[in-house]
């Protein structure tokens, strides 16, 4: 334990081993979440969907965090937030329990939906008032991809790209946009009946995956009231089934174009093509 939070770089006393008081309470029972996580919502004081938010944005997404937790007031600070206002060191101090790990972004859920029909083609108009009219079209798509968090804001597109590409701890198998970024563009005659427009319009199938950010405890420290400081390796000694825990409320959604196999290694978006046909005013014909 000495080894782990010396790598962590959480303070600690000579002969502070023994955990007293708060590891005795154990959290209420719950299903694990995902990585086999704890749910901290609700547990706790404090929003606990922006400490969460709040302790993985902290430099490099792989790298361990450090943070601080108010256990009477609910509020976290981050590293800097921390030390040189409230500590000097990585130490807790009074109400404030201090911790460290890393982050990672399994899957939570997934579902697919079809996307907003869109024109993938000039449009091209057939001005005979008598027979139809024969077009090249060309008409041309690319993947698209997105992320959001459920508090607002961006996710930087680096960031999102390493999480839905499973670099992260996610293991995304899908053939998706985030892992096989692609286009078509294809020529083909159409027919156009008289007095009309006619373009062409695509309806992408889409994949949403959502991952709750997942915190593995390296260490957790507090201050007793006797001033020795008590360490353990998950949130507030609560126990193994605390080591990781996650917040439910906070999520990302990572949202891309599915895409099919059309030949050898060759990806194609996964969508619905269609023909939309606007009838011209008889003056505009002749």
């Known amino acids: 334990m000495r080894t782990a939070l010396k790598k962590a770089g959480v303070v600690m006393t000579a002969g502070a081993i023994a955990v007293t008081g708060l590891v005795s309470t154990a959290g209420s029972a719950q299903a694990a979440g995902p990585m086999g996580a704890s749910n901290i919502r609700g547990t706790t004081p404090g929003d ?32 800097n937030e921390y030390i040189g206002k ?47 009219d024969k077009e090249i079209f060309v008409r041309g798509y690319s993947t698209k991809t997105s992320a959001k968090t459920s508090l607002g804001g961006s996710v930087d597109i680096g960031v999102a790209k390493s999480i839905f590409t499973g670099s992260l701890g996610g293991n995304f198998t899908y053939e998706w946009g985030w892992e096989k970024t692609s286009s078509f563009e294809r020529r083909s005659e159409k027919t156009i009946p008289p007095c009309s427009s006619m373009a062409l319009t695509w309806r992408p199938f889409k994949r949403v995956v959502r991952v709750n950010p997942v915190i ?4 957790y420290a ?6 020795k400081v008590t360490q353990v390796d998950s949130w507030r000694g609560k126990g193994a ?26 990806w194609e978006p996964d969508g619905i093509e269609s023909k939309v046909v606007v009838p011209l005013k008889p003056s505009q014909c002749r």
Request: with cysteine; proline share 3%.
């Open 86 to 132: 409230i500590s000097r060191v990585k130490a807790p101090q009074g109400d404030w329990e201090v911790f460290s790990g890393r982050c990672y972004y399994p899957q939570s859920s997934t579902w697919s939906f079809t996307g907003k029909e869109q024109r993938i083609s000039q449009p091209i108009e057939n001005r005979g008032l008598h027979g139809d």
């Open 48 to 79: 606990t969907d922006s400490l969460v938010q709040r302790f993985c944005n902290q430099g490099y997404a792989g790298h361990a965090h450090f943070g601080a937790y108010n256990v009477r007031t609910g509020e976290f600070r981050t590293e």
């Open 241 to 266: 089934a605390w080591k990781k825990i996650y917040s439910y409320g906070y999520y990302i959604d990572g949202t891309s174009d599915k895409v099919i196999r059309t030949h050898g290694d060759h």
């Open 222 to 227: 507090w201050r007793e009231s006797n001033g």
């Open 216 to 219: 593995d405890i390296w260490a």
